[in-house]
């Protein structure tokens, strides 16, 4: 299985929104390069510390993108192939990795070899590509059939990858965009609700064309290991931790968080082995700055998703705390356009990128926040201590959600007078004392990462 991701920050980009392109296509249109306007922000990742780019849908869609109609074809929306492959190699020279979206659960009503179904009915050779297809009854969108989709979105057709043309067609795709476009994963979507036979095929094909290809899974619910193993992916989406990160700071309940945590990396945790995606908002929830009721809350969570067990992403924009709430029909709330630099001009909070870029830097220096163990020190309603073991590397992570500074005392199982100075403020500095560390200031709504010297 692929490591590089276990030192890796992520950056996300929903390229369709990012980018300003219409949110329908007419299929007809010249090829529009917008994706080349994400070479415009690489030096702003780079500043960022990222060093992977998770691309959301490039592929020819009808609307959002995960409604593909041509696996082979980059969106004419965002450009053609020539513009992909430009900007991968433009991320690949600035040592930043690139993840795609693999839809491969299901595609849009203008695929190709639906559109071929609904002209000849029975008659179609593509009428096994699809799960579920049954002409003794009509689909809802008015076929003279049925259909499966996906989660009752009808305008999403699901295939069948268990025949062997659609499978051959799915991974000619694949080989297509690790040899065109140099690619360095991919992300599943909805991989929760793939065929695990299919799953293990695909990762075992992308490992024989690129040995190094990670494979991100999006999942919900669930035991993680189901879909994360040595004989399918690398890593799936941490939903348990996303959701406990934004709601133990509402709630001034870190005893939430830290029973994720302690469940998940542990002594006994149950994931201390998997380097899971860890995040705080997405293209499909709302953005982590709605989601807070109180901004200041920005920084400890933050400081948490990077020194936490787990490969940390940033979704565009939300290192600035851009806003966007998720409603019952409509995700371009979540998927706005932003150009650079006046995004960073129109920061609704402009020094958080800037504690990222900080909490980004200790992670890549520090072996043991991107490898270590997790312990757990001190878990109070607003302050929540542990610490990270990798080797000669001891560290203690104390994150403060409160208004007002805290006192933090535990017992240290470390010789008496070692010393421990602050990473993010390197003039601080404390030492054990009769088995004991005491932290004293923790900032309010701030964080100490302690190193031992």
Not at 265 to 277: A, K, N, T, V
Not at 327 to 355: F, K, V
Not at 414 to 428: H, K, M, S, T
Request: aromatic share 12%; hydrophobic share 40%; glycine share 6%.
């Amino acid at each position: 299985m692929s490591t590089w991701a276990r030192d890796a920050v992520f950056y996300h980009i929903y390229p369709l929104g990012l980018c300003g392109a219409p949110h329908r296509n007419d299929f007809a249109a010249p090829p529009e390069p917008r994706l080349a306007q994400i070479s415009g922000w690489i030096g702003h990742l780079r500043r960022l510390g990222v060093t992977a780019l998770y691309l959301g849908p490039v592929f020819e869609s009808t609307t959002h993108g995960y409604d593909t109609a041509d696996y082979y074809r980059v969106d004419r929306r965002l450009g053609s192939n020539a513009t992909l492959a430009a900007l991968v190699a433009a991320l690949h020279a600035a040592g930043i990795r690139v993840l795609l979206d693999g839809v491969f659960h299901h595609v849009g009503r203008d695929f190709w070899a639906f559109r071929d179904l609904q002209a000849h009915r029975e008659h179609s050779a593509y009428r096994d590509w699809f799960a579920g297809v049954d002409f003794r009854r009509t689909s809802p969108c008015g076929d003279p059939f049925a259909y499966e989709d996906w989660n009752g979105h009808f305008e999403l057709v699901k295939l069948n990858v268990h025949h062997p043309a659609v499978r051959a067609h799915l991974f000619g795709a694949m080989r297509q965009w690790i040899a065109e476009y140099r690619i360095d994963g991919l992300r599943l979507d909805v991989a929760d609700s793939l065929d695990s036979g299919f799953l293990r095929d695909l990762a075992a094909f992308c490992r024989r064309e690129q040995q190094d290809f990670w494979l991100l899974g999006e999942v919900l619910h669930g035991d993680y290991r189901r879909w994360a193993n040595p004989d399918t992916l690398d890593s799936v989406t941490n939903y348990e931790c996303y959701k406990s990160l934004y709601s133990s700071h509402n709630d001034r309940n870190y005893f939430e968080i830290a029973y994720a945590l302690e469940r998940q990396f542990g002594e006994q945790g149950i994931y201390r082995d998997l380097p899971l995606y860890a995040f705080a908002d997405n293209h499909d929830v709302s953005r982590v700055a709605s989601a807070l009721r109180d901004p200041a809350h920005l920084y400890p969570l933050h400081a948490l998703l990077f020194t936490m067990p787990g490969v940390p992403a940033i979704y565009y924009g939300s290192e600035w705390g851009v806003s966007g709430i998720k409603r019952r029909d409509d995700d371009w709330p979540l998927r706005p356009h932003l150009t650079w630099p006046d995004a960073e001009r129109r920061a609704p909070h402009p020094d958080l990128a800037a504690a990222i870029a900080r909490f980004a830097r200790v992670r890549h220096e520090i072996v043991a926040l991107r490898r270590g163990t997790y312990r757990q020190c001190v878990v109070a309603r607003e302050q929540l201590a542990f610490e990270r073991r990798h080797g000669d590397e001891y560290v203690v992570v104390a994150v403060n959600a409160a208004a007002t500074p805290a006192r933090l005392d535990f017992h240290a199982p470390i010789a008496d007078g070692r010393e421990f100075v602050d990473l993010l403020d390197p003039q601080y500095r404390c030492a054990v004392r009769k088995s004991r560390l005491c932290i004293d200031p923790v900032p309010p709504c701030w964080a100490r990462i302690l190193l031992m010297r």
